[in-house]
């Protein structure tokens, strides 16, 4: 096929781009912004443009489909070229899911933990030589790309997101893609995080079971109260439900252990997160047809594989963590794990707010009593990062102070006075825990944790 890439350049695009490359297709594309490391990959394929821009002379009968990424705009003239003659125009999940009509499509969605229990999966099946495609949203270890295709593999993984499939098809992604098995991890309600209203958004995820093939199976987190009412709504007919819970575990000397019979399974990874994503996986592998110990042998090394409770440093007395602040529920949640897992320490959680975000009252009100099971608070409202003059950062420390509802509570709106407060903390008896917006990162982690351990 020749096949022609408008927005090239994107995290998925250029990565799908690549490998039909790599199939023999005859693939061109475009972008006005090309940034690392998309650049040199391209470049790397020989699918790097000439020139940035949109060109409409790029668009010609012989091409056979055109994938559309969403860093274009409806009115982009090499889109409204590929209209005008009538070309097949793609989203990129529009088209992986045509390319793989002949393989067992397992999807994986979720407010949460979708990417988690997608490496968890890809890790145990390439553990044990099983074949399989995928199509990721982070860069995973052990995977060099964020796309694998082949006309060989029978069974493709699919990271499915509840966002907008294209400028011009308004349709979720993770609707496109028809699964035999789907996964639902589970659904939260985030403020903001979505251009619909709390309503609209669980209905996509009703939406989703039903786009489930005949026969195919549906497995879900029984523990997520929203996710049961909505698996409860949809139709019982057509599919397998196949619902998981917390597994049985304990915690010695600071490492978890799952209970599998009279057996004790050691895991890298701890929190009731992590734990309830190995469940999952474990259930999509059992009907993938692993096998219970060859899948638990698997999990043993399994490290996260992005920012999840991720370890930064320690010293004899003391660790220091860092992890994505998705969500107040993701906050409270990875504050209870490092609780949980080391009971006799102290806990310092530092986030970093967007001072726009919390300007809106809505905003901040998901946030109360989210980190009351930590010792310390400190919250950083970056000065330097406010371009708005009309926000005045000394109005923000009481609605963050109230909303935060916590008697040890610092409120810093400088990266040096958390320096300050961190060299001046006696750190002996305590942990610490970055919770780090993935849109908003002064910090250098890795100093400040040195910074902690100084004043043992």
């Not at 251009?195 to 029984?222: A, H, P, R």
């Not at 006075?417 to 610490?432: A, C, H, I, P, V």
Request: hydrophobic share 40%.
């Amino acid at each position: 096929m020749r096949i022609h890439f408008i927005a090239i350049g994107g995290a998925v695009m250029h990565n799908l781009a690549i490998s039909l490359a790599g199939q023999g297709h005859q693939v061109t594309g475009s972008d006005d912004q090309i940034v690392e490391p998309s650049k040199s990959k391209l470049r790397n394929a020989k699918l790097l443009p000439e020139t940035l821009g949109w060109f409409p002379d790029n668009i010609t009968e012989d091409i056979d489909a055109v994938i559309l990424g969403m860093h274009a705009e409806a009115t982009n003239s090499e889109l409204l070229r590929a209209q005008e003659l009538n070309i097949k125009i793609y989203s990129f999940p529009e088209f992986i899911q045509e390319l793989s009509q002949d393989k067992t499509r397992v999807v994986i969605a979720g407010t949460y933990g979708k990417t988690t229990i997608m490496s968890m999966i890809m890790h145990v099946l390439k553990k044990l030589g099983r074949g399989f495609d995928y199509l990721v949203g982070a860069k995973l270890e052990g995977f060099d790309s964020l796309v694998k295709l082949t006309t060989t593999n029978k069974i493709i993984l699919l990271e499915g997101d509840e966002y907008y499939a294209s400028p011009i098809d308004h349709r979720s992604k993770f609707h496109l893609f028809n699964p035999n098995i789907a996964l639902i991890s589970g659904v939260e309600w985030v403020e903001g995080s979505i251009n619909i209203d709390k309503e609209e958004y669980f209905k996509q995820f009703e939406t989703f079971i039903d786009t489930i093939v005949s026969k195919g199976t549906l497995i879900y987190n029984k523990e997520n109260a929203n996710l049961r009412e909505i698996v409860e709504e949809t139709s019982e007919c057509k599919i397998n439900r196949h619902g998981y819970t917390l597994p049985e575990y304990s915690i010695n000397k600071g490492i978890t252990y799952l209970h599998l019979g009279e057996d004790r399974i050691p895991l890298q990874v701890f929190g009731k997160l992590n734990l309830s994503n190995i469940a999952g996986a474990y259930t999509v592998c059992e009907w993938l047809g692993v096998k219970k110990a060859d899948f638990y042998d698997a999990i043993k090394d399994f490290k996260s594989s992005i920012r999840y409770l991720e370890f930064v440093a320690s010293n004899n007395e003391s660790v220091v963590y860092q992890d994505y602040l998705y969500s107040p529920y993701k906050l409270r949640t990875s504050i209870h794990a490092v609780k949980e897992q080391f009971p006799e320490q102290g806990l310092v959680t530092i986030i970093e707010l967007n001072p726009y975000d919390i300007s809106d009252k809505n905003f901040l009100y998901q946030y109360k009593d989210a980190m009351k099971e930590s010792d310390h608070i400190v919250v950083l409202v970056n000065r330097a990062a406010i371009k708005d003059k009309n926000i005045i950062i000394g109005n923000l420390k009481r609605p963050v102070e109230d909303a935060i509802n916590h008697e040890n509570f610092t409120f810093l709106t400088e990266v040096n006075s958390l320096e300050n407060y961190l060299d001046s903390f006696k750190s002996l008896g305590y942990n610490l825990l970055f919770m780090i917006s993935p849109n908003q990162n002064s910090l250098n982690i890795a100093s400040l944790a040195d910074t902690f351990f100084k004043n043992h």
